[in-house]
């Protein structure tokens, strides 16, 4: 008798594990609209935390189906119009009496604005270490390699799955988050 119980408690806990799990189908199904489209734009206020300070700024944002992304600041006004380009090799700034200028995170890594690159680029291909529901929308967990150390992404969605809110931690510290805006996928 004991073995039946113990074999009718395994096939009851095995059969719970294969249950779909919704959030990361919704998940897999943003990534390829992501992958799928021409590109996406938004709009981001990004927060960069250097523990003892911290900057805001605002950009405007575009993501092409290569991996590139350009951008322009829009806030604050004193530095609005500053444009720049980031791409896989690095980036460019353009502007005219301004110029960006932020400490660098992560060790000497990571610019503040290449935030939207790193969310854009995490979140098109990054691994999805965990997802669950989040209110109406959803939260994911997303590493931005395989390394030892991964830069951690976390994203939040609405109820129709658009990114709404993301951080970007490195070595277990939050150091720079993005709300993010009217984003559309091309």
Same mark, same amino acid.
């Given at each position: ?67 590139? +992304? ?5 806030? *604050?006004? /004193?530095?609005?119009? #500053?444009?720049? @380009?980031?791409?896989?090799? !690095? ?13 660098? +995170? ?5 610019? *503040?604005? /290449?935030?939207?690159? #790193?969310?854009? @680029?995490?979140?098109?291909? !990054? ?60």
């Amino acid at each position: 008798m004991k073995r039946w119980i113990g074999f009718f408690l395994c096939l009851v806990l095995l059969t719970g594990c294969s249950g779909e799990n919704s959030e990361l189908t919704r998940a897999m199904q943003l990534r390829k609209k992501l992958t799928e489209a021409k590109g996406c734009e938004f709009d981001c206020i990004i927060t960069a935390d250097y523990a003892e300070v911290s900057y805001t700024f605002g950009l405007h944002c575009q993501f092409d189906e290569r991996g590139d +992304l350009t951008f322009q600041v829009t806030e *604050p006004e /004193s530095i609005g119009g #500053i444009t720049g @380009k980031i791409d896989g090799d !690095g980036g460019k700034l353009t502007f005219d009496d301004h110029a960006l200028m932020f400490q660098l +995170l992560a060790d000497g890594y990571i610019s *503040p604005v /290449s935030a939207p690159w #790193i969310f854009m @680029k995490t979140l098109r291909g !990054g691994y999805i270490h965990a997802c669950g529901k989040e209110t109406e929308g959803m939260r994911m967990i997303l590493h931005d390699s395989y390394e030892e150390d991964p830069l951690q992404v976390e994203v939040w969605t609405d109820a129709a799955d658009n990114p709404i809110y993301s951080e970007i931690s490195w070595q277990g510290r939050k150091i720079l988050s993005l709300r993010v805006s009217n984003f559309l996928c091309l």
